[in-house]
Nanobody, 117 residues
Framework: QVQLVESGGGLVQAGGSLRLSCAASGRTFSISAMGWFRQAPGKERELVARMHIRGGGTNYADSVKGRFTISTDSAKNTVYLQMNSLQLEDTAVYYC??????????WGQGTQVTVSS
């Protein structure tokens, strides 16, 4: 079992920046990938960014490429999402996600990001 705790959400003006953090605890050795999803009101949850722990490969949604950066601190079992040039459309609840082996998806409780004009 892996527990995920997010922090760093909040209210920011369009064009501003925020950094989200997600600290993992428990069976962290079983994590193969960590990432961030988001869900806006009335929309489905979507992948924002993901990093594969062993190879370091990353995936980003097209809508955030060039603006968001995912990174990890393995010593702290923490994954970050640096969000720059935030847009109104980035408003959503952001969820931390970890894929563990045997294959299972683990979720944090979510953190609200609101971008205002």
């Amino acid at each position: 079992q892996v527990q995920l705790v997010e922090s760093g959400g909040g209210l920011v003006q369009a064009g501003g920046s925020l950094r989200l953090s997600c600290a993992a605890s428990g069976r962290t050795f079983s994590i193969s990938a960590m990432g961030w999803f988001r869900q806006a009101p009335g929309k489905e949850r979507e992948l924002v960014a993901r990093m594969h722990i062993r190879g370091g490969g990353t995936n980003y949604a097209d809508s955030v490429k060039g603006r968001f950066t995912i990174s990890t601190d393995s010593a702290k079992n923490t994954v970050y999402l640096q969000m720059n040039s935030l847009q109104l459309e980035d408003t959503a609840v952001y969820y931390c996600n970890a894929i563990t082996f045997p294959p299972k998806e683990n979720w944090g409780q979510g953190t609200q990001v609101t971008v205002s004009s």
